[in-house]
């Protein structure tokens, strides 16, 4: 059983690149979230989704957009990247919304 | 503003010994409390869990206390071992939320 896998693991970015983080899980979890980790600042929430087809935004969602278009993918996007959007980002399932949620292994962003 | 805190960045302790991590809240709405556990370029892992219906909450080694009027939790590991050297979140919910609010973390080094 894989859980959740993020694709790519790392990634260097020009500034001004669109980019799509890509996240999928094999749990048949109904919720998803995104987070991404700054030193200092601990795991911040930046979207998530209750179940598939809708969307909510979480702490930090300026600059980034989702979509749910079924219960295993949830892709984060980057319309234009700029440098302060250098991140780890995780994406997390959980069963229901308030239930434990469990991670992938990340993806290391960095935008020049 | 930071809704959960954990106000100590890193912890040093001797293998064997009791490990304590604090964290500390200011959301009277929060109900629901885990830890996660985070080694180097991997995603946080669920650790354990604590309701507000309860004070106390126990798996194997670990035990986590939770002080409603204090608006504060804290872990113990015990005894202290080397693998459990990691980064520790607590986070928190409140049941009408949608997320979870995250610690800074604390970074545990459990010396041999």
């Known amino acids: 059983i894989a859980g959740i896998t993020q694709a790519p693991t790392s990634q260097i970015l020009a500034a001004g690149r669109r980019m799509t983080l890509r996240c999928t899980q094999d749990m048949r979890h109904n919720a998803m979230y995104w987070y991404r980790q700054d030193l200092g600042l601990g795991l911040r929430l930046i979207h998530y989704s209750n179940t598939a087809g809708t969307t909510g935004k979480g702490e930090v969602p300026d600059g980034y957009s989702v979509s749910r278009a079924n219960t295993d993918d949830f892709p984060l996007t980057l319309a234009s990247a700029v440098p302060s959007q250098t991140s780890v980002y995780f994406c997390?399932?959980?069963?229901?919304?308030?239930?434990?949620?469990?991670f992938g292994p990340g993806t290391r962003l960095t935008v020049l | 503003d930071q809704q959960v805190k954990q106000n100590s960045p890193s912890l040093s302790v001797q293998e064997g010994r009791i490990s304590i991590l604090n964290c500390d809240y200011t959301n009277s709405m929060f109900d629901y409390f885990l830890w996660y556990k985070k080694y180097p370029a991997e995603g946080p892992t669920f650790l354990i869990s604590i309701s507000s219906i309860k004070d106390k909450n126990e798996d194997g080694r670990f035990t986590v206390f939770l002080n409603k009027s204090a608006k504060h939790l804290s872990l113990h590991i015990v005894p202290s071992q080397p693998g459990d050297s990691a980064v520790y979140f607590c986070a928190a919910s409140g049941n009408t939320g949608n997320q979870f609010y995250f610690g800074t973390g604390t970074s545990l080094t459990v010396i041999p």
């Open positions: 997390a399932s959980s069963e229901v919304v308030t239930d434990t949620q469990y």
